[in-house]
């Protein structure tokens, strides 16, 4: 029997029809067993790390708070008769984590903001949202069971983007959950937080911001690790189609990419499609566990959504996608070429600053190395480089403000193809001031100027129309 583990984010939990979407999809997926993940209510998890921020202000804090006990509330009314016990359950549920909340605000006020204790509030969205999920489930007359996943998922102490620990978790998992999942007269829905983690000693960690696809992904291997039964998917229920090739802000034919292998996937969701959360592949790639992404308004959709799984067409490029607001620093050396450990020392700077990397290119005359950040990191970047006396005794550091054009599939490894994007940017006078592409790697980046970035993305896109998977393209 295939367990499906289906995400439900913010959005699929918004109202009354939202709830009944979620047990008419539970129908549909009768003859599955199924683990449902759930994200905090839309803007709760904003909210709850605000007012941890937030605490010498009391009364901003109380208003929020009151916010968040109210936003819960309205829903439990809005979906359960207030007489019923699966209301007083959620009420009581949400009275208690409230106060614990509380607690938590007060000991920040009297100890300081230490990294923990943001994670500890700002699960505090899911463990409301997936009671409420679970009571809602049973009052349809579904079996479910709540489970927090900080007793499930052990993380390392990374606060705020905490990674699993999979041979702990798996133990978990095998010993709290597959016992139950693999008798076969069970019918019951587990519904687990997603977001949240713990570490070894007990702290509740969270996954990183969206990080409820990872949930799902994480709960997939460890099932697959841990179950007799290898017949896992991942559903993840969103409010669009899936994948898209291409945002649809920058061109108005953007189309859904219905197949990509995981590296491709991994490619995508890096360059900012929001749809799915980048780590999600790492978790699921090599037990080629297939994971879905589904409009949550078309449970019944047979053709149209997206699937990541070993199976795609190398003859495809997948997307383009682009970083808008970014910096490209450059190193230039006047005598110190063939110096083993510069980049050594350009990378630990960043590092030690937290600043993250995102496209490095040096040819191999050593001369000049460049490397891109996010725009907002560029002061820190300059003046922590500007400090370093290696860099500024031997090296001249320039830097400008860039856009990077992203384009990913298998198909960007060849030749051709290379060909045409360039000639396509020529066309419209699109310089490219940057290139990278490391060996088999099936995305391109280049660097253009920010004002060409519109221009570049159109004339890609339009030019290589043939080479997506684009049926409206011959009309063109
Ligand atoms: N609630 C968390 C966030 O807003 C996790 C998620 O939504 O996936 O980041
Ligand atoms: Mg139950």
Not at 22 to 37: D, F
Not at 56 to 75: P, Q, R, S, T
Not at 163 to 171: D, M, S
């Amino acid at each position: 029997m295939t367990l499906v583990i289906m995400k439900f984010g913010g959005s699929c939990l918004k109202d009354k029809k939202a709830f009944e979407k979620i047990a008419e999809i539970t129908n549909i997926y009768k003859y599955s067993k199924k683990i449902y993940v759930a994200s905090a209510l839309k803007g709760v998890t904003d909210m709850l790390i605000k007012a941890a921020h937030n605490v010498k202000n009391k009364k901003d804090v109380d208003k929020n708070i009151a916010l968040i006990e109210k936003k819960h509330l309205d829903m439990i009314e809005e979906i359960f008769d207030q007489e019923t016990e699966h209301y007083s359950n959620c009420k009581d549920w949400i009275d208690k984590k409230m106060s614990e909340l509380e607690d938590c605000i007060a000991d920040i006020e009297e100890f300081g903001l230490e990294p923990y204790y943001i994670d500890y509030i700002s699960g505090f969205g899911e463990i409301l949202s997936t009671y409420i999920l679970n009571q809602y489930l049973e009052s349809q007359g579904f079996d479910s069971v709540f489970i927090s996943a900080n007793n499930i998922i052990i993380t390392n102490d990374n606060f705020n983007n905490a990674y699993p620990l999979y041979k702990l978790t798996n133990a978990r998992i095998k010993q709290h959950i597959v016992p139950l999942l693999d008798n076969p007269k069970e019918d019951t829905i587990f519904c687990i937080t997603g977001f949240i983690g713990r570490n070894k000693i007990g702290y509740t960690t969270t996954l990183g911001r969206g990080g409820s696809d990872y949930t799902a992904t994480i709960l997939a291997r460890s099932f697959y690790d841990e179950c007799t039964d290898k017949d896992i998917k991942i559903i993840l229920w969103k409010d669009v189609d899936g994948l898209l090739s291409i945002n649809p802000k920058y061109v108005s034919d953007s189309i859904l990419i219905k197949n990509l292998d995981y590296a491709e996937a991994k490619q995508i969701a890096n360059f900012g499609a929001k749809v799915l959360h980048p780590k999600c592949l790492e978790a699921i790639e090599e037990r080629k566990i297939p994971l879905e992404i589904r409009n949550f308004d078309k449970p019944l959709e047979k053709d149209n959504y997206t699937i990541i799984s070993e199976i795609t067409n190398k003859d495809q490029i997948k997307g383009i996608s682009a970083i808008e607001d970014a910096t490209v620093i450059t190193i230039i050396s006047g005598s110190m070429v063939d110096v083993p450990g510069v980049l050594g020392k350009i990378f630990e700077v960043m590092g030690k600053n937290k600043i993250s990397v995102s496209f490095v290119a040096q040819s191999s005359s050593e001369i000049s190395t460049s490397f891109v950040i996010n725009g907002f990191d560029t002061e820190k970047a300059t003046n922590a480089l500007n400090n370093e006396e290696f860099f500024s005794e031997f090296y001249h550091i320039n830097w400008e403000p860039i856009s990077i054009i992203n384009i990913t599939g298998l198909k960007v490894l060849d030749n051709k193809t290379k060909s045409d994007i360039f000639s396509a940017l020529a066309k419209k006078n699109v310089n490219v001031k940057g290139i990278s592409q490391s060996n088999d790697e099936l995305n391109l980046s280049l660097l253009v100027n920010k004002d060409k970035l519109l221009d570049g993305i159109n004339i890609v896109y339009d030019d290589l129309c043939e080479e997506f998977e684009n049926e409206k393209c011959s009309d063109k």
